[in-house]
């Protein structure tokens, strides 16, 4: 079992609200991601870290922002939530060297 | 731009058969492809996976094979059985010397078998 945690599960939120979606993994992997998945779509890399203080914007473009101030965490921001963000989000980690990429279970977000 | 294209996107297949998931790809510099597992209600989990230098890879009943002059690589579970019920992602990456590590996940396949 991977130990890599999502929170919430499950968010409900207005339009216009902040909202933050929490992943921490204890497996001290320097690489992290995070993924946008709709229902019965691929996967696609929005955000990616290599290490503290990295962050780079993924394939697909997203109004959402990360930072890693810590090596387990690595927080995804909106700063205004939108119908449009409607989505699971999949939070990933992975170590240098290694090629195994470990997934949360997601966080499945709906905007109303 | 899709560069990892999966098919089918869903199959039905008997207890006992043989699943068969087909992906085709582009980028040349890519050079490991996994395959993931996904469940209703959890992530991706990694099921196999091959790096180019080999024709075929196989763990228990899943086996890969892999074309690299067609750019294609298949997932092949063989005795299938209602417990193998989920979505198949494959996926490529490039892990050599750009050591990016950021996984191209194909369309997904909904594999269902029936008891």
């Known amino acids: 079992e991977a130990d890599i945690y999502q929170t919430p599960r499950y968010l409900v939120i207005g339009t216009g609200k902040k909202i933050t979606l929490e992943c921490s993994q204890t497996?001290?992997?320097?690489?992290m991601y995070w993924y946008q998945q709709d229902p019965g779509m691929e996967l696609h890399l929005i955000h990616y870290?290599?290490?503290?203080?990295?962050?780079e914007k993924g394939d697909l473009s997203s109004e959402s922002t990360v930072s890693r101030i810590r090596t387990e965490h690595f927080p995804l921001t909106l700063e205004s939530a939108r119908p449009s963000h409607t989505s699971q989000y999949l939070c990933a980690s992975s170590e240098t060297g290694r090629t195994e990429a470990f997934f949360g279970q997601g966080t499945r977000l709906t905007v109303v | 731009q899709q560069q990892v294209k999966q098919s089918p996107q869903s199959l039905i297949v008997q207890k006992g058969g043989i699943s068969i998931i087909n992906c085709a790809y582009e980028n040349t510099a890519f050079d490991y492809f996994p395959w993931y597992q996904q469940v209703p209600g959890k992530g991706p989990a990694l099921l196999i996976a091959i790096r180019p230098d080999v024709s075929e890879k196989k763990e228990g009943r899943f086996t890969i094979s892999f074309n690299k002059s067609a750019k294609q690589f298949s997932l092949h579970i063989m005795d299938s059985q209602p417990g193998d019920s989920a979505t198949y992602f494959c996926a490529a990456s490039i892990h050599g010397s750009g050591n990016t590590g950021k996984l191209i996940f194909g369309q997904g396949t909904t594999l269902q078998v029936k008891p």
């Open positions: 870290s290599y290490g503290v203080n990295s962050t």
């Open positions: 497996m001290g992997h320097d690489k």
